[in-house]
C-alpha cells in the first residue's frame, strides 16, 4: 500500500506564507516551535516593525476551526496593560490561522531561569507582582490565560511581559477541546498545572492561573517548581494528591510573608488560594502577612479528590493527563486505582510491556506516547497502519499496514523501518513472540494460524483452518499456546498440535495477565477469570471488571494491558460520518438529516438518483454495500454481509443500474457486481489470483476495468476485460488511486515516486509521458462530468479541495490550480478510494464527514492502575 510521506520542506511553507500575506508581512525565518504553533520572525510592512508571526498547527487549526479559533481570539485583542504582551493581527493565509505579537529579542523567563536556576528575593517578588497585575487586570476583563509558565514571560530590560494571553483559552472554546485527536495541544504545563487541570475540571478560572503563578515564583526562589518528578504522572499525581516543601525551608532568606503567599497561592482546592491575582500581589508586597499557623508550615493540602472527566477528545491529552495517575503518591496502599481520563474516537491502541508507553492509530499513522512526554510523537511512514502490537522488550511496534497485508516493525528509538512479510487477506491480530517469531491469523484462511521471524522472511503455517473465524489472540507463557475466541467463545489452541480447547464460557478479544488470569470482553464490559497455565484450564466463574467498555463490530474490544497498567475505551461506538454536499465556496448542506452511521466510499450515479455507501453495522457481521435512493429517501441492502467478509469501494456501471465493488469473500480482495435493486445474485466481474485489487472503475464505454493491484512487488495501475475474457494490461508501474476522464483519453493518478504522493495525468492506455497536478503533495484525483476538470485533496492530509483545468484533447496537459477549501473528513483520505465524489453539475461535492459537533461518539478513556491487584481479587472456587 502507498504511503503519504511527510511534506515539507520549511522553505515551501516560507514560500507559501510570504506569497499569501505579501504587502503585509515579510517572513524572515522560523524562530521557534511548540505544541501549537511555529513562529517566524517577519516584518510588518505597513507598520516598519519586527514580530513574531504564529502559526497554527494545520492539524490543530484544521479540527479547531479556522473561523471560530479567530473569532475566540478577538477577545484577546483588547487587552491592554503594560505587562502583556499584545495581539497585533490575526488571520487566515493559505490555508493557515496566524496570529502576530510583537518580537521581543531578550530572553524568556525559562531561558534565564536555565542559566541561573534561582533569581533573588527581590527580584523574583517584583517579577511575580507584575505578572499578577496583568493577570488580575486580565481576569477582570473575563479572560483567562490557562498557561502562565516561564516560557511564557517574556523579559524586557528586566520587566515581564506575559505573551500568548488567551490562545489556549482560544482553542479550547472554539472547539478543539472536543475533537482534537492527533494535534498534541496540551492545554497546561505539567510543573505548573493546578490540580482542577490535572484532574480535567473544565471549571477554571482566576485560581488556575493564580496557581501557576506560585509555581512560578516557588521554582525562582528555590530553582525547581515545587512538585517534579521523572514523568509527568509523578508531577501531576503529585499535584493531585501530595505535598510541597515550604519556600523558607529550602531557602531560609525568603520571608514569611513571601513564604506564606506562595503556600496560599499553590493550595489544592481554589477555595482556599487569593480570591484574586491583586490579592496576591498584596500579599507578597505586606510584611505581616500570614498563612495558615505558620508561614514556614504551610504546605499544598491533602486529602480526598474527585476524578472529573476531562472535556477534551484529543488522545494526545488523554495520554499526557496519564500524568495524574498518581504511581508514586507517598505511602499509599497498592490498591486498585480507577481513572477516566478523556474522550476521543481512536479504537485501536497498544500499552508498552513496562507500562510507560501507549501506541495508537491516529488520522495519518501511529503515534506513540510516552508517559514521561507531554506531546505524542507521530512514527514516520505509518500513514495507513492499524492493529499495532509491542515487541516482549518494548523497543519495537508492530502492525499491519495498507491493502496489500503487510507486516512491519518499527524502532520506537531511531524509527528504522522493516517490512517483515507480506500474507494474503485481512491481517487482524498478531502477537509477538518471546522465541523473535510473529504469529498472527488472516481472516480469510478462518482459524488458521501463521508464523514469520521478526527479522523478515516467508510466513509459514502452522495450524490449518477449520473455517470459523477467530477473534483477538495473545500468547501464553510459554510461547506454546495462544488465547483466542471462536464462535463467541474463548479457546486456547495449542501450536503444535492444533488442537483448540474451550475454556468453558463465552467472550471475546482474551488475553493472558501474569497474575494467572484471562482477561476477555463481553456484553459490553471487561471480565476476568483465574486461569492456569499449565493445564490450560480455567480455575474460576468469571467476574466482571469494567462496565461500558467499547467494541468494532461488537467483537473487537478496545483495551489494552501493559506493566500493571489497563487502558480501555468506555462508552458508545463513534456515531459514524455525515454524507453531506459541500459547495465549491465550502457551504454545507446534509444530503438526508437521517442518513449518518458508518458510511465509506460514498459513489453517486451516472444518472445522479442514487448514491453507493460501503456500511458497517455493529447488529450484521462483515462490512456491506448499501444504495441510497434520493427520491425515496432509503438505503437498500446490496450486500448482506457475511463473518470475515468486506464488501468495500463501490462504483458504478455506466447505465447506472449494476454496483461493483471490492470483496475479499475468496481470499483476496476480487471485484464483484450486482444490480442496486438485488434482481441478479452477485457475479464475479474480475480477480487476480497473486495480488489483492483495489479502487475500481469502468472505462466510459462499459467494456474494461481500471484498477490498481497491490502484492508482494508494490501497486501498479491496470486495465483487463471483466472475466472470463479477463487479461490484465500495465498501464502505471507504481501508481494508484485512479481517475479516468469521461471521454476515456487521460488518466489521472497518484504516484509517490518523488518521494511524497503526488497527482499525475497521463494517455489512457498510454504508453507516453506524465504530466505532475499536484504541487506540494496531492491524493484523491476525480474527474468533473464536463472533462475539463479535475478535482483533487492538496498538500498534507486531509488536504485542501482543489479543482485543476485540464485538457484531454490531443495531449493530456494541466492548466491553473485553484485550492476551494480545506476539510475535515469522518475517514482519512489516505483510503485507497476517495471519501468523496461529485454532482452531476460538478459544482458540488459528495463527502462523509464528521457528525456537527455535540453529535460526536461520547466516549471515555478509563485507566486502572495497579491492575494486578484487582486481578489478584478475581479469585478461583
Known sequence: MPTYEERPLLSDLMKRLSTA???????????????????????????????????????????????????????????????????????????????????????????????????????????????AEALDYAHRKGVIHRDIKPGNILLRDGRPLVADFGIALAASRSGGGKRLTETGLSLGTPYYMSPEQATGSQEVGPATDIYALGCVLYEMLVGEPPHTGSTPQAILGKIITGEAKSVSAQRRSVPVNVDGAVAKAIQRLPADRFSSAKEFARALADPGFRHGESGAAATAGVGPWKAWAVGSSLLALVFALVAAWALLRPGAPEAPFRYELGRGDPTAFAVSPDGRTVVYVGVDGLYRQDLGQLDPT???????????????????????????????????????????????????????????????????????????????????????????????????????????????????????????????FQGASPRYEPSGH?????????????????????????????????ATDGVVAHFAVGGDVLLYREGPSQPGGVPTWLGRDGTREVLDPELRGRLYDPAVSPDGTKVAFGYIDDELPGQQIRVYDRDQRTLAVVTPGRQGAFDVMPFWHPDSREVGFLSNRSGRFAVYARPWDQSETTRL??????????????????????????????????????????????????????SLSPNGRCLAYVSGQSGQNEVYLGPFPGPGGRQQVSTDGGLNPVWAHNGRELFYLAGEPPGVFTVATVRTEGECTVGSREPLFSWNPYFFPTNP???????????????????PPGEEADARYVVVLNFSELLRQVGPE
Open 685 to 738: 466481474l474480475l480477480e487476480e489470483p497473486d495480488a489483492d485489487m483495489f479502487d475500481v472503475g469502468w472505462t466510459p464505454d462499459g467494456r474494461s476495468l481500471v484498477y490498481f493491484r497491490s502484492g508482494g512487488d508494490g501497486v501498479d495501475l491496470m486495465y483487463s476485460a471483466p472475466h472470463p475474457d479477463s487479461t490484465p494490461h500495465l498501464i502505471v508501474e507504481g501508481g494508484w488511486n485512479r
Open 21 to 131: 500575506l505579501s504587502g503585509r508581512y515579510e517572513i524572515a525565518r522560523q524562530i521557534g516551535e511548540g505544541g501549537m504553533a511555529t513562529v517566524y520572525l517577519a516584518e510588518d510592512l505597513k507598520h516598519h516593525r519586527q514580530v513574531a508571526l504564529k502559526v497554527l498547527k494545520p492539524e490543530l487549526a484544521a479540527i479547531v476551526g479556522a473561523e471560530r479559533f479567530l473569532a475566540e481570539i478577538e477577545t484577546t485583542a483588547g487587552l491592554q496593560h503594560p505587562n502583556i504582551l499584545p495581539l497585533h493581527d490575526s488571520g487566515e493565509a493559505d490555508g493557515s490561522v496566524f496570529y502576530v505579537m510583537p518580537y521581543v529579542e531578550e530572553e524568556t523567563l525559562r531561558q534565564r531561569l536555565d542559566r541561573e536556576k534561582q533569581l533573588p528575593v527581590d527580584e523574583a517578588v517584583r517579577i511575580t507582582r507584575e505578572v
Open 378 to 504: 507521530p512514527i514516520p511512514g505509518t500513514e495507513g497502519a492499524f492493529d499495532p502490537f509491542f515487541s516482549p522488550d518494548g523497543a519495537w511496534v508492530g502492525y499491519f499496514q495498507g491493502t496489500a497485508g503487510e507486516l512491519k516493525k518499527t524502532h520506537l528509538q531511531d524509527d528504522a523501518t522493516q517490512t517483515l512479510a507480506v500474507v494474503p487477506g485481512q491481517n487482524q491480530w498478531a502477537a509477538w513472540a518471546p522465541d523473535h517469531t510473529i504469529i498472527a491469523h488472516t481472516s480469510n484462511a478462518a482459524g488458521a494460524l501463521w508464523r514469520v521471524p521478526d527479522t523478515g522472511g516467508e510466513w509459514e503455517g502452522i495450524v490449518e483452518s477449520d473455517g470459523q473465524e477467530l477473534v483477538g489472540l495473545d500468547l501464553l507463557p510459554d510461547g506454546q499456546a495462544v488465547l483466542t475466541s471462536r464462535e463467541g467463545e474463548v479457546v486456547v489452541i495449542e501450536l503444535d498440535t492444533g488442537e483448540r480447547r474451550p475454556l468453558g
Open 518 to 550: 484471562v482477561v476477555f470482553w463481553r456484553d459490553e464490559a471487561l471480565w476476568a477469570v483465574p486461569f492456569d497455565a499449565e493445564r490450560l484450564v480455567s480455575s474460576g466463574p468469571p467476574t466482571q471488571i469494567a462496565q461500558g467498555v467499547s
Open 833 to 851: 478510494h476517495p471519501q468523496w465524489d461529485l454532482s452531476l453539475d460538478d459544482q458540488r461535492i459528495l463527502a462523509i464527514e464528521n457528525a
